[in-house]
């Protein structure tokens, strides 16, 4: 059981580059979503999602894109990279809408 | 949308004091508050939560405290060791909204030897 694991751990892009963080979980959690870190602004919500094939807005999507065809992964895409979106990018799942929230071990993204 | 302020930014306390952390939010529909650890470099980890309808819960050194009338509830870690040096960060949930939380700022906390 390696619970909610993220690929990659770094990543350095360029500007107007496109790339896609995945996030993955065996605990067959339904909820599923997307959370970014910046210093001295705690996490924000990206993009959640509360089942296969179902997705929605957090409070700071634009930028990203994400599906959900599978009840284990959730990846995250950047389309076009802008330096904003230099940050720490954390996936967390939990079993239902109303359950804890557990977090994998984050992606560390750095646009030049 | 909901709103979670915490104070203080930082905390630096002896080992062994206890350590107070506040968080305040402002949605009356939000029912559950989580807390959460993160040390430098790993991941948050979940350490305590409390729902609505519970006005205090304890897990060994740590507690949690919430007043739903002031839009209240605060961490309290007791016989604090140099292990607990992180960033703890409140959150807060709003019922049927999903599992979509609002985390507060950080609390910066620093047990000295």
């Known amino acids: 059981n390696a619970g909610v694991t993220q690929t990659p751990k770094f990543q350095v892009l360029k500007t107007g580059q496109s790339m896609t963080l995945q996030c993955a979980q065996d605990?067959?959690?339904?909820?599923m979503s997307w959370y970014r870190q910046d210093p001295g602004m705690g996490l924000r919500l990206i993009h959640y999602?509360?089942?296969?094939?179902?997705?929605d807005q957090g409070e700071v999507p634009n930028g990203y894109n994400v599906s959900r065809s599978t009840t284990e992964d959730f990846p995250l895409r950047l389309l076009s990279a802008a330096p904003s979106q230099t940050s720490v990018y954390f996936c967390?799942?939990?079993?239902?809408?109303?359950?804890?929230?557990?977090f994998g071990s984050g992606t560390q993204l750095s646009v030049l | 949308g909901e709103n979670v302020e915490q104070h203080p930014s930082t905390l630096s306390v002896q080992e062994g004091d206890s350590a107070v952390i506040k968080c305040t939010y402002s949605?009356?529909?939000?029912?559950?508050f989580p807390w959460y650890k993160q040390e430098l470099g790993k991941r948050p980890q979940l350490i305590i939560d409390?729902?609505?309808?519970?006005g205090e819960k304890k897990d060994q050194r740590i507690a949690v405290t919430l007043n739903k009338t002031a839009k209240h509830f605060s961490l309290h870690i007791t016989e604090t060791q140099p292990e607990d040096s992180a960033v703890y960060f409140c959150?807060?949930?709003?019922?049927?909204?999903?599992?979509?939380?609002?985390f507060g700022t950080g609390t910066q906390l620093k047990v000295e030897l």
């Open positions: 967390a799942s939990s079993y239902g809408t109303n359950e804890k929230l557990f």
């Open positions: 605990m067959n959690h339904e909820y």
């Open positions: 999602s509360v089942g296969a094939g179902i997705t």
């Open positions: 949605d009356s529909a939000s029912n559950y």
């Open positions: 409390i729902r609505s309808n519970v």
């Open positions: 959150a807060a949930r709003k019922a049927g909204g999903g599992n979509k939380l609002t």
